[in-house]
């Protein structure tokens, strides 16, 4: 599944996808993940190779002889303290910064997931996520490799080379233990991959047991360094000025990926709370005694659970209506009423069975909880 530039899907949503299929899972289930990278990939594109691609998605020729034209001829210079380079021709590779560079290169590398085998896979132009499930840990981590093999060779198979050192191994799971040294999984060229507790993927930090922790102590960090630079020139802005550098700079870091942290515990999640309210009394100069309810009533903001939750709402609500990827929308179920009842007049979906508080953090269980908990 490839989600990279394409219009109604994003980052969050892709990780939302992810974190079902691994939360979904049974309780007595382990599951790990490949999170891959590639070396160049944009610059590593080969041209003869993509129009191949074109030729065989019954691209017509003129068509063809177009973005043959468009990739080939191409060259570049360096400029440096007013100094400029000779040219250089560039044979490989998509132009970047273009509009039509990412779109070329989803194009190019989105037959690789065929190669995945019984593992599940998930591209966002050059982020690839691979992961399976089982049982047993030494059967997931044999799959895993399999698939990783397959896939590897697929990237061959269009130029594209493995960045071992930077692609990362992870194991989920809440519940259940995993040994220190779990077997290695390793790349075709005999390097061990490092297995990791935390992932930045997608622009959200990810960790072993999805607790968010390590996301939600970066969100502080960032924050926290933005509101001390406010402070501190705080005389040079007015009322408005103030209202508007928050609501530019603070608010879409707290909401980018809020659907997908909203999982972590109340107690991470009031550490948010604290830099929120903190931004506020930058905003309205109240005093630190003020209650935070009376905070967000000054600004006329609302709190971050409520941002949060309303932000969901609509995920769901885009799921139901179909404007959300078809792995999303996929995983809602309108429920069949079959009596005349107050809430058969509302649309209530199928809550499926969970058989973990793992479970119980997956999109299609939660999503069918809070929509259900919405109309009643």
Known sequence: M?????????????????????????????????????????????HH???????????????????????????????????????LEVSMGVPQGSILGPTLFSVYINDVA???????????????????????LDTVLTNLQTSFNAIQLSFSGIQLLLNANKSKCMLFNRSLSAPARPSSITSLDGSDLEYVDNYKYLGVWLDCKLSFQTHIKHLQSKIKSRIGFLFRNKASFTYAAKHTLVKLTILPILDFGDVIYKIASNTLLGKLDVVYHSAIRFVTKAPYTTHHCDLD?????????????????????????????????????IAAHTSSTRSSRYLSLVTPKANSSFGRLSFQFSAATDWNKLIN
């Open 49 to 87: 190779i993509f129009i191949g691609r074109l030729n065989s998605l019954g691209f017509s020729n003129d068509c063809l002889a177009w973005f043959t034209n468009y990739l080939s001829d191409r060259a570049q210079c360096v400029k440096s303290e007013g100094l400029l380079t000779g040219p």
């Open 114 to 136: 065929l190669a995945a085998g019984d593992s599940l896979i998930h591209l966002y132009t050059d982020d690839t996520n691979l992961y399976t499930s089982g049982p047993s």
């Open 2 to 46: 490839q989600s990279g530039f394409r219009a109604g899907h994003g980052c969050t949503l892709a990780t939302l996808k992810v974190l079902n299929d691994i939360t979904a899972i049974d309780k007595r289930h382990y599951c790990a993940a490949v999170f891959i990278d590639l070396a160049k990939a944009f610059d590593s594109v080969n």
């Open 297 to 333: 009533t000054l600004v006329g903001w609302p709190s971050l659970h409520t941002r949060r939750q309303t932000h969901w709402l609509q995920v769901i609500y885009k799921s139901l209506l179909g404007k959300a990827p078809p792995y999303l929308s996929s995983l809602v179920t």
